[in-house]
Every structure is written in structure tokens, then in C-alpha cells.
Nanobody, 114 residues
Framework: QVDLVESGGGFVQPGGSLRLSCSAS????????MGWYRQPSGQQRELVAY??????VNYKNSLRGRFTISRDALNTSFLQMNNLKVEDTAVYLC?????????WGPGTQVTVSS
């Protein structure tokens, strides 16, 4: 069992920045990948970025250069989001994958508006 808790969401004006954090607890040694999805209101969930245990990263192509995923030694995943746009408004969800299951955090709202 892996538990995930996100933090760092909020309200920001276009062009601003936010840093999201996702803290993992439980059977963290079983995690092979951690990352972020987002779900705008009324739309499907989409991949934002992920990082494997070995450090390989992958991004939604349109977010490369503005979003950066990283982690610390304690299995906390970070998502640095720069030059935010109105269309980045969504619930951002942390996810973690093991060899047998995928886990999700409850999500944190990011709202970009002037």
C-alpha cells in the first residue's frame, strides 16, 4: 500500500509559477515510477510528467520547457510549473506505480486566472 498526498496548488495569475509536492508513504520501496496527471473540469485526465526510479523522465510534449519534474531522496515528487497559462487550470493528481498497482493522490487544484 502506498499513500500519496499532494500540496502546493492554488490560484496564480497567467505567467506565474507554482511548485507542487507529492509525499509518498507506506511501501515506498515498491514504487517504480512517480508522476503527475491533470484533469481540467469536464475533461479527461492527461499525463503531465513522470520520473522512473532510475531517473528517466517523460513529459506531455506541449509542457516541455515550462514544467519540470524532480524528486528528493525521501520519495517526494515535485512539479515546478512556470509561465502558467489559463489552460493549465486543472486538478493535478500525483500517481505512483508499483509492479502490481497504480496509486493516486486526492489531487490539488491549480487555477490560473487574471
Amino acid at each position: 500500500q502506498v499513500d500519496l498526498v499532494e500540496s502546493g496548488g492554488g490560484f496564480v495569475q497567467p505567467g506565474g509559477s507554482l511548485r507542487l509536492s507529492c509525499s509518498a508513504s507506506g511501501d515506498i520501496s515498491s514504487i517504480t515510477l512517480m508522476g503527475w496527471y491533470r484533469q481540467p473540469s469536464g475533461q479527461q485526465r492527461e499525463l503531465v510528467a513522470y520520473m522512473t526510479r532510475s531517473g528517466a523522465v517523460n513529459y506531455k510534449n506541449s509542457l516541455r520547457g515550462r514544467f519540470t519534474i524532480s524528486r528528493d531522496a525521501l520519495n517526494t515528487s515535485f512539479l515546478q510549473m512556470n509561465n502558467l497559462k489559463v489552460e493549465d487550470t486543472a486538478v493535478y493528481l500525483c500517481h505512483a506505480r508499483t509492479t502490481v498497482q497504480t496509486y493516486w493522490g486526492p489531487g490539488t487544484q491549480v487555477t490560473v486566472s487574471s
